[in-house]
């Protein structure tokens, strides 16, 4: 017994000793500009190539085909998977099970409530070591087709009605057991929303990636990030009618973005390619950005929608 546990260590020793290495991108480019990036995790599996763009976040189950294609046209472009770490989705079991090997009964008795306007969709007790399972095999799948990082969402559910009692510690353990496992891997991560964890967190995580900080005023609790890691974020054109929040005006949280040093994009809840970045948008309309860096207090606008800002081709 002791000789035999001798011998794995040995074995094991000299790849534990070899440090491991993984993607971690700079907030800036050498001229000082914002790393150009794309949120696109729908538009049925086309990603939409832009050129210039450097980081694109897509969905896990795109990025098997999508990799290639954008690295063909981009060698140097970088790819953040998406997954759901905190939930189950119906309409990922088949893809699980041929890609992954994980089979349905894998989830034994972890699958919660139904997430609300998101149909299809259950909150998971991510204490349980199941789930810890099947996300060690979405990782390595994430790893295996060639992703540079990763953003698992629904990382928060002990802010939601997910069914089980989730501690704020169980999500923080869930969340550092996710960054070591893609680090061990050879993989970035970013910490998707989940605001009250960042004090614990942000180092652990190469960058945040955020949806809506803006229309909730809470993004300055970001700048507890190291200054060189980026923090990505979107907010929505049509927020309003799709989640029941206000819809923020680009014209004033842009410039606001823009000086923090964070990429935010403007785009439509749907995620597809459509979008700007608060860059190209300050760019565009550069009166109207400086107008904005003016106001003070609430960052909302009225309760409409602006997608019409929001042109076809993506500008980012
Ligand atoms: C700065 O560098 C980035 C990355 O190389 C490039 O995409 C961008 O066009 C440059 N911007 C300017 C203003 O030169
Ligand atoms: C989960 O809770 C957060 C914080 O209250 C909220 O912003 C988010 O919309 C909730 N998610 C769902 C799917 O209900
Ligand atoms: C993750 O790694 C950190 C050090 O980087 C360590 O302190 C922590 O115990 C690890 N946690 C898990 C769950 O592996």
Known sequence: MYLALLAVLAAVAPAAAAAPTWWRPKRFNKNGSLLRFNYQLSDSGSITYVPGV?????????AKTAIPVLKKKNPAARVICYFSAGSWEDYRVAYDKSRRGIQPSDWGATLGEDMEGWEGERWVDVRSAAVRRIMVKRLKYCK??????????NVNGHENDSGFALTQSDLIKFNTFLANTSHRLGMGIGLKNGLDMVGALHRHFDWALNEECNVFGECDVYEKF???KPIFGVE???????????????????PR???????????????G???????EYC????????????????????????CSLVPSAPQL
Not at 236 to 254: I, K, M, Q, R, S
Not at 258 to 264: D, V
Request: hydrophobic share 35%.
């Open 54 to 62: 450097q980081v694109y976040a897509i969905d896990f189950d795109t």
């Open 144 to 153: 295996s087709i060639g992703c540079d990082g990763v953003d698992p969402d």
């Open 226 to 228: 190291a200054a060189t």
């Open 236 to 254: 929505y054109c049509n927020a309003y009618a799709e989640l029941g929040v206000d819809t923020p005006d680009p014209a004033c949280f842009c």
């Open 257 to 271: 973005m823009i000086k923090a040093g964070y990429q935010f994009l403007f785009k439509r809840v749907d995620l």
């Open 273 to 279: 390619a459509a979008g700007i970045s608060c860059t």
């Open 283 to 306: 760019a565009k309309y550069p009166a109207q950005c400086a107008a904005g860096a003016k106001k003070t207090g609430s960052c909302k606008a009225p309760k409409t929608n602006m």
